[in-house]
């Protein structure tokens, strides 16, 4: 029960990484505000948790909204403890000589600006209290390319370095900043968008993504959000109580090397020249 007594907001938790944190705060003993444009998915969430979990629903790119929502909490329960940043989508999936600016203003807005503001609006509150802890949804698209869209990695890389920048000026404060950067997690964030419209191409996307997760990292098996929420509740919890501004990953290693590193089946065959060396240097 690391988290008995305490308040807690996780925007984007109608689904994926969000549920999954949500939950597993609500079952440590924390008292969950869950976050979602939908308030349908948050109030089936609270059903599941009655009396822990709390509903809060509001689109997390409107500043007046999530204010709101954080004096809400101050007037309810006259304090936050953490807040987990999760709110988002994949956004504009095109390249960056095709993207049109509005989508990526949109991209940003979401996964980045929201971020800022979820940590602009809760620090004060969080400094009042004595302190709390944020945690940052970042990814693996910010080191490198070919895991997500342009917009989606940029906006993620940002996200990093703002925890940084966070974590640096709050801490005075008693306020802590983290972030996670979850690798292939089985979510559906890059299905979502024509899950509607399409549903039989969204499943059979998902169910590609399934079968082949086991191979797309060195841990052989699919990331889940269960994983990335153990990450978050660790990253909020006191046992982190000395770790600011900086970053978890969660993925499966898939950022250590090269495939080539990992994969016995890119691995060196045994008349390699580098094997002869070696073989030759034990000699």
């Known amino acids: 029960m690391r988290f008995a007594e305490q308040v807690i907001l996780v925007t984007g938790a109608g689904s994926g990484i969000g549920r999954a944190a949500a939950s597993a705060f609500a079952r440590e003993g924390g008292r969950v505000y869950a976050n979602d444009r939908e308030a349908g998915r948050i109030e089936a969430l609270a059903a599941d948790q009655p009396g822990h979990i709390i509903p809060l629903p509001f689109d997390v790119t409107d500043d007046q909204a999530f204010q709101e929502a954080f004096a809400r909490i101050d007037d309810e329960q006259g304090k936050l403890d953490v807040l987990f940043n999760n709110a988002g989508a994949a956004g504009a999936p095109a390249r960056i000589d095709e993207i049109e600016m509005a989508e990526w203003d949109r991209t940003l807005a979401l996964l980045l600006r929201s971020v800022a503001a979820g940590i602009r609006f809760a ?46 000026q709050l801490a005075r404060q008693g306020v802590r900043v983290n972030a996670v950067c979850p690798g292939l997690i089985l979510t559906g964030i890059f299905t979502e968008s024509y899950r509607d419209a399409a549903p039989a191409l969204a499943a059979e996307v998902d169910a590609y993504m399934q079968r082949t997760a086991v191979d797309a990292q060195p841990l052989a098996r699919p990331g889940l959000p269960e994983d990335v929420a153990e990450a978050v509740l660790f990253l909020a919890s006191d046992a982190a109580r000395f770790v600011t501004g900086t970053h978890l990953m969660v993925d499966g290693g898939i950022t250590v090397g090269a495939r080539h590193s990992w994969d016995p089946a890119l691995q060196r065959p045994d008349d390699h020249p580098l094997n002869k060396v070696a073989v030759a240097m034990k000699a």
Do not use: C
């Open 123 to 168: 620090a004060p509150l969080m400094a009042r209290g004595g302190g709390g802890a944020v945690v940052n949804t970042a990814s693996v698209a910010a080191f490198g390319s070919g895991f997500a869209p342009v917009a989606y990695s940029v906006a993620k890389a940002g996200v990093l370095h703002l925890t940084k920048l966070a974590g640096a």
